[in-house]
């Protein structure tokens, strides 16, 4: 590792004034980190932007370059593909009418969240 200053991804998030879960879930819907066995892993994505495996008085973390900051562009392929109503009616031939797409959607906008959210 070169002498650069890393930080945690925690730290990160406290550096850029936004709550952990936030900086996380930016982080995995970028493609940069995903979560295996309840531990946060870096993608090869992750790794090419700087990120690395650290290790401190609780085990093994991922961190960031001081002055990381987050691509503009997603680099995770399934993240620049929004479900919507439309699209999900098209792709499953299903009726247009809204009150009829509207529990799938949910459901899956369901599923994304969990994801997201490391369950």
Do not use: C
């Not at 996380?24 to 493609?31: E, K, N």
């Amino acid at each position: 590792m070169s002498d650069d200053k890393r930080l945690s991804t925690t730290q990160l998030a406290k550096l850029r004034g936004i709550a952990q879960e936030q900086m996380f879930g930016q982080l995995t819907t970028l493609g940069l980190i995903e979560k295996q066995d309840d531990k946060w892993q870096l993608t090869d994505a992750g790794a090419a932007a700087g990120g690395v495996y650290l290790t401190g008085k609780y085990g093994q973390y991922v961190a960031w370059p001081e002055g990381f900051q987050l691509p503009t562009v997603a680099t995770k392929p399934e993240a620049a593909k929004l479900l919507t109503s439309h699209s999900a009616g098209a792709t499953f031939r299903a009726p247009r009418q809204q009150n009829e797409l509207h529990p799938i959607r949910t459901r899956l906008d369901q599923k994304r969240l969990e994801r997201l959210a490391g369950h």
